[in-house]
């Protein structure tokens, strides 16, 4: 099984602001297979970006994902009020799929 | 519109079973493309992956749950559902359901329901 771990466990930033949230693996994940997904408080997580640096449907492009084998990252260029949420990293290189535990941005 | 809607008991006894259905509109269970499955979240805690199902009734499990659980599609109902055996107060949780490609290379989860809420209390 790939555990994921994601840090750091919460970030308080300010709007406008750069936030770099981090997704390492256990074991290499394949072909760079690595999603992450935004949850809101008492909503589903929504998929933000898929094979480690796509973009998913409608998502800005203040979201950008890197990273490859173990170490992925997810960057937010410029927080808006509307970001700050809790970002899940998941791989779906090899079953079980698995997520990190979770990073949340909050306002400072 | 592809919609996923959970139900369930809200309240179910340790040890007891937990069952749980998905209903699927906008979307139909057999389609060759898609698996089907459950996702669960414990309060204040991350994602686990539960299960997956495709439209043959062929099915993957998680293998820490893989004893407990079953999950099963209605292809006439359009409904996939969640069985869990013996359940404690650790299955307490956000019960979602969910959806995903069948290729691996697609495969994250591109859909979900609201989930619904489980807790485990005599």
């Known amino acids: 099984e790939i555990v994921l771990t994601q840090s750091p466990g919460t970030l308080s930033l300010s709007p406008g602001e750069r936030a770099t949230l981090s997704c390492r693996a256990s074991q290499t994940v394949s072909s760079r297979y690595l999603a992450w997904y935004q949850q809101k408080p008492g909503q589903a997580p929504r998929l933000l970006i898929y094979g480690a640096s796509s973009r998913a449907t409608g998502i800005p492009e203040r979201f950008a994902g890197s990273g490859s084998e173990t170490d992925f990252t997810l960057t937010i260029s410029r927080l808006e009020p509307e970001d700050f949420a809790v970002y899940h990293c998941q791989q779906y290189g090899g079953s079980p799929w698995t997520f990190g535990q979770g990073t949340r941005v909050e306002i400072k | 519109q592809l919609q996923l809607q959970e139900s369930g008991p809200g309240v179910v006894k340790p040890s007891e079973t937990l069952s749980l259905i998905c209903n699927v509109s906008?979307?139909?269970?057999?389609?060759?493309?898609?698996?089907w499955g459950w996702i669960r979240q414990p309060p204040g805690k991350g994602l686990e992956w539960i299960a997956t199902?495709?439209?043959?009734?062929?099915?993957s499990y998680n293998p820490s749950l893989e004893s407990r659980v079953t999950v099963s599609v209605d292809t006439t109902k359009n409904q996939v559902s969640l069985k869990l055996t013996s359940v404690t107060a650790a299955d307490t949780a956000l019960y979602y359901c969910?959806?995903?490609?069948?290729?691996?290379?697609?495969?994250?989860?591109?859909?979900w329901g609201q989930g619904t809420p489980v807790t485990v209390s005599s």
């Open positions: 906008g979307g139909s269970i057999s389609s060759s493309t898609y698996y």
């Open positions: 969910v959806r995903r490609r069948v290729a691996a290379a697609l495969g994250w989860f591109d859909s």
């Open positions: 199902i495709y439209q043959t009734g062929r099915a």
